[in-house]
């Protein structure tokens, strides 16, 4: 694996991000999880090592004791910020449309019930973490999720639609404490059409197997 390419400039969501703070965090704590993957996965078989990383996440019991945590938290992590890049773009926020708004207003009420509840949940997350819409498989909803440190939603088999990364490296240039501040400002660059297509690709995935299991 080598480190996943920004989808867009640097200072392309200044002045709600700032420039310095995605430089280092793209080009510094992503490569390093990049590189702590890499070094965790050359410990696996050669079957687990052919398997893509979402994949083994999603496997992660099936990972070898003394690799997972470095699977767990490297692998999340290279995994978690190339979901970040993507679901941010220069003038994004907004509302949500399409499939992923009706999910969002069946499961939290609307869209300003979850804002509320995902930024009220994700400011007091203690320490490094991650706050998370998810999908659930298995009740085919979104749901909200705290994960702590880099350890990804798809280890408990939830598939992550938009994260939103609280460790401080991600907002202390700008914000020092003032997470709250960040997390509000955050709303301003989500990119809801790349969460709807994941939303959309996950629906469908389910479906498919549901259709498989009922004529097999
Ligand atoms: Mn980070």
């Known amino acids: 694996y080598t480190l996943p390419e920004m989808p867009y400039a640097y200072d392309a969501l200044e002045p709600h991000i700032d420039?310095?703070?995605?430089?280092?965090?793209?080009?510094?704590?992503?490569?390093?999880?990049?590189?702590?993957?890499?070094?965790?996965?050359?410990?696996?078989?050669?079957?687990?090592?052919?398997?893509?990383?979402e994949e083994i996440l999603s496997n992660i019991k099936q990972v070898p004791d003394d690799v997972k945590g470095a699977i767990n938290f490297n692998g999340g992590g290279y995994d978690n910020h190339k979901l970040f890049w993507n679901s941010m773009k220069?003038?994004?926020?907004?509302?949500?449309?399409?499939?992923?708004?009706?999910?969002?207003?069946?499961?939290?009420?609307?869209?300003?019930?979850?804002?509320?509840?995902?930024?009220?949940?994700?400011?007091?997350?203690?320490?490094?973490?991650?706050g998370w819409l998810v999908y659930n498989p298995n009740s085919g909803k979104v749901e909200y999720k705290a994960m702590s440190n880099q350890t990804s939603p798809r280890t408990e088999g939830l598939v992550p639609l938009l994260g939103l990364d609280v460790w401080e490296h991600a907002y202390y240039l700008k914000y020092q404490n003032k997470?709250?501040?960040?997390?509000?400002?955050?709303?301003?660059?989500?990119?809801?059409?790349?969460?709807?297509?994941?939303?959309?690709?996950?629906?469908?995935?389910?479906?498919?197997?549901?259709?498989?299991?009922?004529?097999?």
Request: with cysteine; glycine share 10%.
């Open 19 to 53: 420039a310095q703070t995605m430089e280092i965090h793209h080009s510094k704590h992503h490569q390093k999880y990049t590189d702590g993957m890499n070094g965790a996965l050359e410990k696996l078989s050669p079957e687990l090592q052919g398997k893509d990383i």
């Open 179 to 216: 997470r709250p501040d960040y997390i509000a400002a955050w709303w301003n660059v989500i990119n809801w059409d790349e969460v709807n297509d994941r939303f959309s690709r996950s629906e469908e995935r389910r479906v498919g197997k549901e259709c498989r299991s009922r004529w097999s």
């Open 90 to 130: 220069q003038n994004g926020g907004g509302e949500p449309t399409g499939a992923i708004s009706d999910a969002i207003n069946d499961s939290f009420g609307s869209f300003a019930e979850f804002k509320e509840l995902f930024s009220s949940k994700t400011a007091p997350i203690q320490g490094s973490g991650w």
